[in-house]
């Protein structure tokens, strides 16, 4: 890998980053992008330097110069999770390690072992890395940390100092997500997909509605569970319920409507992060003609499948989306810009059929009548997204059936209704 890196950045003339795939026989490169950012090195330390503190709390980085390339987002992380993180805390509600790695080469060199104990004092094996805006997300084993970080800065000035942002990758059993629902109720969302699949709209997903219990000791009660209820139960207890229902409470009584992200990893609930509507949202968890609701509402159009027509999920699961922000980067993509002027140029807004509500869908809200999907999550991204926009929109295992040979397609608060 590395000396096909550097081969390609000779070739292209500039610093790249490159994204890559192994599927056990062969090794892939699926995309090249330019650098626009180099490490600033605006700080040297003569000597070696390493420092690690907790990103969530302790004393935070106000001074630009030494958080470097890595700034914009740590202040992305830490002024939208650290009051978050701070109420977990409080509540006695797992979250994984969150840390910020200061050091420079000679450091990582010399006094990794502070690093090394600091990340390896959590039971979790792997970590997932931020080293700028162009370089995310990037998961490696614990045992890795300080292969990746000497090859990584092996052309740097060696007393040049760098930042890092160092999480617990957790994968658990199941990611979910809980969200509060009128008359003191409770939904939680689930897939063993993992939670990144649930936000991005890759993931069919489980539900479990509970409620408090009518007797005074505030206990939880289930109402309902999906089919698929013996497996979930044997994870899902009573007790772990109710810590996260009680922890969702804690963070709606500062955050209104908020939807909570969650890992589920050896029976323990571990809270990731959260993300918010703008109104409340009730969903009464039937299901009702077989369609579930993500959005309320009347809309026709002619009907629009998009099978085929991209590669939706690999272009969600960019680290540049999510519930609030897509980067620009992603509209240069040649299909999906095809596809978008594809919309936008119909003679009638669309119903847009397809099998997930993938969350790059965003970029097309403005120029479809609603969405109909296949399966997906009701309080994923884009669903969010398209109740903020007041859009119809259902999840509907038989919309093929429904259609099958339609031309146009109505949808009805709870229905979908194909047309000629």
């Known amino acids: 890998m590395s000396r096909t890196t550097h081969l390609l950045r000779e070739a292209f003339g500039y610093e790249i980053d490159v994204e890559w795939a192994w599927d056990e026989l062969q090794l892939y490169i699926l995309q090249v992008r330019p650098v ?3 490490a600033s090195g605006t700080i040297h330390s003569s000597e070696p330097f390493v420092e690690v503190r907790n990103l969530y709390s302790g004393r935070f980085i106000d001074n630009e110069e030494d958080l470097g390339d890595c700034g914009e987002i740590y ?14 805390a409080k509540h006695g509600v797992a979250t994984g390690l969150s840390l910020v790695l200061q050091f420079n080469r000679g450091g990582v060199e010399s006094r990794f072992h502070a690093i090394d104990e600091a990340v390896k004092s959590s039971p979790i094996d792997r970590v997932i890395l931020d080293l700028d805006r162009n370089i995310r997300q990037t998961i490696i084993p614990k045992d890795r940390l300080d292969e990746f970080l000497l090859h990584t800065y092996e052309r ?9 942002i160092c999480r617990d990758f957790i994968a658990g059993d199941y990611g979910f997500i809980s969200q509060l629902l009128p008359g003191r109720r409770l939904l939680l969302e689930i897939s063993s997909q993992g939670l990144m699949d649930i936000n991005r709209g890759l993931a069919d997903c489980s539900e479990i509605i509970c409620r408090k219990s009518a007797a005074s000791d505030g206990g939880v009660e289930i109402e309902s569970f999906s089919e698929d209820s013996d497996e979930l139960a044997g994870h899902f207890t009573i007790a772990t319920i109710a810590s996260i229902f009680a922890f969702t409470e804690a963070m709606n009584a500062s955050f209104p409507n908020v939807k909570l992200e969650w890992v589920l990893h050896r029976k323990e609930p571990f809270f990731i992060d959260y993300s918010t509507e703008s109104a409340g949202w009730d969903y009464p ?11 309320r509402g009347v809309a026709q159009g002619p009907v629009f499948r ?16 999510s519930v609030n922000r897509i980067d620009d980067m ?18 009638a807004k669309p119903v847009i059929v397809a099998r997930r509500p993938y969350a790059v869908l965003s970029y097309v809200l403005e120029d479809v009548a609603g969405f109909v999907f296949e399966g997906g999550s009701l309080l994923c991204h884009l669903a969010i997204l398209i109740r903020e926009a007041g859009l119809p929109a259902l999840i509907c295992r038989q919309v093929e059936e429904v259609l099958a040979g339609k031309k146009t397609a109505i949808i009805s608060h709870d229905m979908i209704i194909g047309g000629d």
């Open 285 to 295: 968890g039937e299901d009702r003609s077989q369609c579930r609701i993500i959005s």
């Open 75 to 88: 202040r992305l992380y830490v002024k939208k999770r650290a009051p978050a993180y701070i109420l977990a």
């Open 36 to 38: 626009t950012t180099q």
């Open 156 to 164: 740097c000035d060696s007393a040049a100092r760098h930042t890092v």
């Open 306 to 321: 998009l099978e085929g027509k991209n590669d939706l999920s690999r272009l969600s699961i960019s680290p540049g989306v």
């Open 330 to 347: 992603l509209a240069s993509n040649e299909q999906l810009f095809a596809l978008i002027q594809e919309i936008k140029h119909m003679e």
